[in-house]
């Protein structure tokens, strides 16, 4: 039996993916569901403008890294990543 029941709409979900600290609660979220302990609901429209919106976001996470790691790189020039 499920313990509890989690709403979430797609800019909470999208915000989880910008930022590399929240990777704790998605697998926190996870296990949860995958224990049986938690149901996630996701109405259709979450589902849609997520499917719409997620490549961008997952781009703009990619870019951010890219930019930190060409800072380690200027700040280490021997540095090989």
């Not at 719409?52 to 870019?63: D, G, I, R, Y």
């Not at 890219?66 to 800072?71: C, I, K, M, R």
Request: aromatic share 8%; hydrophobic share 50%.
């Amino acid at each position: 039996m499920c313990d509890a029941i989690f709403f979430v709409d797609t800019c909470s979900w999208l915000n989880l993916l910008k930022d590399v600290s929240q990777f704790s609660t998605i697998s926190a979220v996870l296990n949860l569901v995958n224990s049986g302990k938690l149901n996630v609901v996701l109405p259709s429209q979450v589902m849609i403008e997520y499917k719409k919106n997620v490549e961008n976001v997952l781009s703009m996470f990619l870019a951010k890294v890219n930019t930190v790691f060409g800072q380690i790189k200027i700040q280490n020039p021997g540095l090989t990543v």
